[in-house]
Structures are given as C-alpha cells and as structure tokens.
C-alpha cells in the first residue's frame, strides 16, 4: 500500500517535499490514468503520494504589478470564468476534455505533466510565462521553455513544488487559438496553435506555437524577430513566405515524429 500525506498549507507540504521522495498529487487526472494499469481497481503509485488540493493560497489568480499570477492548484473551470486570464488561455481551458474533468484538473498539474498534447502548453509558451518552483530553504522562477525537457521530463527538483504561473499583462491585437482532435470533446489534440500580434518596442510582432508536434511545444523566436515590423502591411506583402516557413516547421515535425 502507497503511503498518503496531505497538506493543508504551503509551508507544510514544503516540509514534507524536503524530507520524502514523494509524488505530488493535485488534481489527478493526469496521473490516475498514467498509473493505472490493465484492470486493476487499486491504483498503485512507485512511491508515497503527498496531496495538496487543500492548500488555498495556490487557488488564487490575481495581478500584481505587471503580472497576472496564477496558483498551480486553479482549475481550468476557474480560468474559463476569470476575466483576470488572458483570451488565449481561457481558449485553451475551453478546450480540455469535458467540464467534470475541468473543474478537477489543474493548471500547474497540465503542465508538469509535460505531454507534448497539454492542452495549455501552446498558450503559455506564446506568452512567456514563468513559473515559481519553491523548496523549503529558496525560489527559483524560470521561463516555462526551460521546466519542461522533454515528454514527462521536467528540470523541477526534488524537493520543489510548483507553485505560481506568472503571465506578463501585454495588450494582444489579435489572438488565436485552435486545437484539432478526433472530436469535439475528450479528446487529446493532434495539434495545437496559438498565435498573437502585439506591439513592442515599436515594433508589430507576431507569436506563434504549436504543442503536440514534438517532444515538447514549439515556438521559433528567430522567425518572430525577423518578421517584426513597422508596419503590419509588410505581413500581407511578405505572406506567402511567412506560410512556408510554417508549413516547413510543421511538416519537419511530422516527419521526425
């Protein structure tokens, strides 16, 4: 039988972190299925299960300064009905499987989960979001291009917990989000596309990736700066350049696949 903590604050479940080699379990959606095996009813875990879906202040989502701040334990249910996220990632939380799952699963669960297919990757990746990974004794924040390594391999240490998911607050002129699957509903996306247009630095600039083309999400930065430009006409101008590019990443990816 798999040992069971649960922790009802932050501090506590930290503690635990620091001294056992355990498997965090928040919303579990994602980790019931990868556990389970042929028909077994009981689900058995390679080592003890420390639960934090009591941990309150990892449910909150609010801006500070010039970010918006979302706990690691939010459900999607709660991104699609905050109007504090940003459009493109309640899209992406619009899309996750059906609404009982959604009001269970967690953001931060999505994405240490590290599936080429999670739904908010692509989303979150375009944005340049951050994410806090806390120990007992330090913080660390870093881009969420640089935590996910590869499929189901994160750089979070040992005794880290996922805590927070920062999102610059931008202004987006334009904002994509589409998920093919075999369905409308339940079902893992075959491939995923975010896209926005934003200024800065007095520049137009596009973001584009795409999850589940390859081992982890895609998002080329070299095409994004030398396409910048004064004036969004040079887009029209130069589209069909801009297609095959894409065209190209996309078709790279199948074929390594």
Request: aromatic residues 6%; charged residues 25%.
């Amino acid at each position: 039988m798999t040992n069971t903590y649960i922790a009802k604050t932050l501090e506590e479940a930290l503690n635990i972190k620091n001294e056992t080699d355990v498997l965090v379990f928040a919303g579990g959606t994602d980790l019931m299925v990868s556990h389970f095996i042929g028909s077994e009813t009981v689900i058995k875990f390679p080592k003890p299960t420390l639960h934090i879906s009591n941990i309150e202040s990892l449910k909150q989502i609010e801006v500070k300064d010039d970010s918006i701040v979302i706990g690691s334990l939010v459900t999607f249910s709660d991104i699609e009905k905050s109007a504090l996220v940003p459009e493109c990632l309640v899209s992406s939380a619009k899309k996750i499987a059906g609404p009982p799952i959604r009001n269970i699963a967690t953001i931060g669960g999505n994405i240490s989960n590290a599936s080429p297919s999670a739904d908010s990757l692509a989303s979150l990746y375009c944005m340049n979001a951050k994410l806090v990974l806390k120990s007992k004794n330090d913080e660390r924040i870093i881009p969420i291009k640089e935590f996910i390594t590869g499929v189901g391999k994160t750089s979070i240490k040992k005794e880290e917990i996922l805590t927070h998911i920062i999102i610059p607050k931008e202004e987006y002129l334009s904002v994509l989000y589409r998920k093919v699957g075999t369905r409308k509903a339940n079902a893992l996306s075959k491939l995923a596309i975010c896209a926005l247009v934003l200024k800065e630095n007095d520049k137009y600039r596009f973001r584009v990736s795409f999850s589940t083309l390859g081992i982890t999400t895609v998002r080329d930065e070299s095409i994004e700066e030398k396409y910048a430009c004064t004036d969004m006409n040079e887009w029209k101008k130069n589209i069909e350049q801009i297609k095959k590019v894409f065209i190209k990443i996309i078709k790279l990816r199948i074929i390594v696949k």
